[in-house]
């Protein structure tokens, strides 16, 4: 059995995938339309303790430790934050807490992504990251954490 990639080797076969393409409208269009593989968020799970701040569109985040690794769940009302949400958090996904807080988000930027994107929009996306670095601090074994 082979063993799951890490948050670092994900991040460059996502960008090794969209770099094909020939602009960066293309490729922000191609990676937010594509299907998430994170399980789906019921509406129940949408409270405002799992609300991000700072989004334009509101998006709803819910991790949890599973064996040690990292799981994440979300929900975004708009398409376009849906898809990069869930592109950030598949980053992440099953990966653990050192690994997760190892790994920058800089696919945005390698893409040319983030030069399309607006500074509220961007500032939405750092907030979620945040959130979920946050969450990897607290998941650190008390013997790392610091």
Partial sequence: MLAPMS??????????????????????AALTARRSKLA??????????????GCISRVWLV???E?????FRL???SALVKGLAAAICELYDDA?????LATPVEFLEALGIAANLSPTRLNGLSNLQARIAAFARRCLPASSAS
């Avoid at 948050?7 to 922000?28: F, G, K, M, S, V």
């Avoid at 064996?67 to 799981?71: A, D, L, S, V």
């Fill in 67 to 71: 064996n040690g690794r990292c799981r």
């Fill in 63 to 65: 991790p949890s430790l």
């Fill in 40 to 53: 789906a968020l019921p509406p129940e799970e949408r409270g405002p303790e799992a609300l991000v701040p």
């Fill in 7 to 28: 948050p670092r080797e994900r991040q460059n076969a996502l960008i090794a995938r969209y770099a094909i393409l020939p602009d960066a409208h293309e490729r922000l």
């Fill in 96 to 100: 653990a807490p050192e690994e997760v």
């Fill in 75 to 77: 929900h975004a009302e």
